[in-house]
């Protein structure tokens, strides 16, 4: 993921890049997410509640449908990553058959990761490591969709993997990636150059309703 458009230092990068996948200190179990239908869902380690602390209802989800696609962004030592999450969902809201789409260096290493702050590298376009684990997550934004809707979506994203090899900080970058998926959906994005906790944010924000408004988690 990309931010820095100024000159850094090689041996700056190299740091960050070392601690790319690394949690934040900092991070709190507590999240939101949203979802299209104006939800606000408070989601911690043992429950999920509504922002007025009522338990959500299973026929409450069932109404929203059962497919969704989920816009987020997780923590790093560095400045984090921007993906999406796609699958169903069960009466609960909990994810189920659960897929990963983002856009990242195809490699372990921190080298092509610095080389792509200044020329592109070969990039992988599924999960990397922390992308499925909620301690991580700095921000998110769920929209449920019916399966004609999700079908549509997923296409899209099958088409985009496949055309999407390469990775440059400051111009093809996560944040890059998933503003095609918002907007092939309709939805406005904001410039690829935030991070990923404000691309989120701002994502959502943009795209109105109760959606603008919540807690993001702290700040990575």
């Avoid at 993921?1 to 740091?15: E, H, P, T």
């Avoid at 200044?118 to 599924?126: C, H, S």
């Avoid at 088409?159 to 990636?177: D, E, G, I, P």
């Amino acid at each position: 993921m990309a931010l820095f458009c100024g000159r850094l230092s090689v041996v700056f990068l190299f740091a960050l890049a070392v601690a790319g996948c690394a949690p934040d200190a900092a991070i709190k179990p507590n999240v939101v997410s949203y979802d299209n239908e104006g939800s606000v869902v408070v989601a911690t380690l043992s429950n999920s509640k509504t922002r007025n602390g009522a338990l959500e209802t299973a026929a409450a989800r069932q109404q929203q449908g059962r497919y969704f696609i989920e816009f987020r962004s997780r923590y790093a030592l560095s400045y984090g990553h921007t993906y999406v999450i796609f699958g169903r969902q069960d009466s609960a809201g909990r994810m189920i058959d659960r897929e990963v789409a983002g856009l990242h260096p195809a490699s372990n290493s921190a080298i092509p990761y610095v080389l792509g702050h200044y020329i592109p590298v070969p990039a992988e376009t599924g999960a990397s490591d922390g992308d499925l684990e909620d301690k991580y997550r700095s921000a998110s934004w769920r929209v449920t969709l019916s399966e004609t809707e999700y079908n549509q979506v997923v296409a899209f994203i099958r088409k985009l993997q496949a055309r999407s090899h390469l990775w440059q900080a400051t111009v093809y970058n996560c944040n890059a990636f998933v503003g095609e998926i918002a907007r092939s959906m309709g939805y406005k994005t904001p410039g690829i150059w935030l991070r990923p906790q404000q691309f989120i944010t701002r994502l959502r924000e943009m795209n109105g309703g109760p959606n603008a408004v919540g807690y993001t988690g702290p700040a990575g």
